[in-house]
């Protein structure tokens, strides 16, 4: 059949360096350091703002086969396009690309449900039946404003950009302040410090930063992309790690670790009370719910418009079951509907652990692909390459070995889910790669 979505037409590249940026900053910061500080301390103990830098460092490096694929194929098709160009409009580019498309749809629900926690946290309810429906109603929301068309998304993303990423900034600086600038938690005994818990911890720091994606999937958009686009990734995660940081060390000025593990799922509420007072508090609660609701809300339109992307480069089927209207419009049904039923049954720990997996099987794929058949003819270094490679490896490895030893359930959903994955792709495209048509 023939598709019908409304992707817009690569056109002239509208975007500037510095328009590019704040996109970047503002998909990065925000929803992630709500949902992730608390999940990051558990794993490193007292050294958790170090695990943002070793993170920073890790996705910089990771970085680097996107910008030299970028530089060379400026494209909107973003991942798509990178894993076609190495492997060909087989299986093994299909099921990496689409697994981050759920990548993508697990971080709706996390930070759906964080939504949720932070808005419940007034009221002093931390589970229970409210979480999963509070996370679903804000899914339903971010699903009817995206119906509405991509100006509405536009607008309200660009309003709640600015408000989120001044007042995580403020509220880091405040609580820094009203502390005399002291780290509390550096005090701390390190004598039960985890090596393979702190690596882990990394895994989950680097989710943090993976918002560096969406500027690779709007390269054909950037003005100069073969300088810009690369230029906007690393800027972008400076101005990330040190937002980072800032909050890190923050959370650890007004809370012990065990407080903050404690108050994981809303460990920067926890952190502003004692910080900046009940208005403090308050005032965190609604940047928090600012934040995720804008992160939820960009997640469904980046998710919606690459798996339409996919269903256009035929990577993946589609069926309309009946509904009517563009290929676009029941992306969006179908991400609705897995995003919410990750918020229903999985906790953030999972969601963020089911994440993790996916994001690095996909970027480790993409390495080994640009490595094995593109570095010649995009002109990448093979020892930066393979670094990569190999730091994700050794991230992946320690984030498996912490979670058979506390959920090894999550590894079987995560394992199985990706061979899944796999195994549709195969069965629908009957080859795993295919040299690409001229």
């Known amino acids: 059949m023939e598709n019908e979505h409304d992707t817009e037409p690569q056109g ?3 975007i500037s360096l510095s328009g590019a940026v704040a996109m970047g900053t503002g998909v990065m910061i925000g929803a992630g350091i709500f949902a ?29 086969s996107y910008i030299k694929m970028s530089n060379a194929f400026p494209s909107s098709g973003g991942i798509a396009m990178i894993l076609q160009k190495a492997y060909g409009p087989g299986a093994i580019a299909a099921a990496a690309a689409l697994l981050m498309a759920l990548s993508m749809v697990i971080s709706e629900s996390l930070v759906a449900r964080t939504f949720a926690t932070y808005v419940l946290r007034p009221f002093d309810i931390t589970s229970g039946p409210l979480v999963p429906i509070l996370a679903v109603g ?21 309003v709640m950009a600015a408000v989120k990423i001044g007042g995580i900034a403020l509220f880091g600086i405040a609580a820094l302040w009203s502390s005399g600038f002291q780290f509390s938690t550096a005090s701390e005994t390190s004598a039960g410090f985890d090596a393979v818990g702190f690596i882990a911890s990394v895994a989950l720091a680097i989710l943090a930063f993976k918002g560096f994606t969406t500027i690779t999937n709007s390269g054909g958009e950037i003005t100069d992309p073969h300088r810009n686009v690369g230029r906007t990734i690393m800027i972008s995660i400076a101005i990330c790690v040190v937002v980072y940081l800032l909050v890190a060390f923050a959370v650890g000025s007004s809370l012990s670790i065990d407080q903050i593990i404690a108050a994981r799922d809303y460990s920067l509420a926890e952190a502003a009370a004692p910080a900046l007072g009940e208005a403090g508090f308050y005032l965190t609660v609604v940047l928090a719910a600012v934040a ?8 469904v339109f980046a998710v919606s418009r690459m798996l339409a992307m996919l269903t256009d480069m035929n990577m993946i089927p589609h069926r309309h079951f009946g509904m009517s ?3 676009r419009s029941h992306m969006l049904v179908y991400t609705v509907v897995i995003a919410s039923f990750l918020a229903v049954f999985f906790d953030l ?7 993790a997996f996916f994001y690095l099987i996909m970027d480790m794929i993409v390495h080994w692909g640009v490595f094995r058949f593109m570095r010649g003819q995009v002109g990448a270094n093979p020892a930066v390459v393979i670094l990569a490679l190999l730091f994700d490896a050794v991230v992946l490895a320690a984030f498996t070995t912490l979670k058979l030893r506390t959920d090894p359930a999550i590894v079987l959903y995560a394992t199985g889910a990706i061979a899944l994955v796999f195994v549709f792709q195969r069965l629908y495209l009957s080859r795993w790669t295919a040299p690409e048509p001229e």
Do not use: C, E, H, M
């Open 36 to 64: 992730l500080t608390g999940q990051i301390a558990q794993l490193a103990g007292p050294l958790f703002p170090l695990a943002f830098v070793v993170g920073a460092i890790v996705t910089s490096l990771s970085a680097y």
């Open 292 to 299: 995720t609701a804008s992160g939820v809300l960009a997640s």
């Open 12 to 14: 002239k590249a509208s």
């Open 138 to 158: 804000v899914i339903l929301f971010a699903f009817a404003v995206n119906i509405a068309g991509s100006r509405s998304v536009g607008a309200l993303s660009l």
């Open 349 to 355: 720990g999972r969601i963020a652990s089911l994440g």
């Open 325 to 327: 209207g563009p290929i």
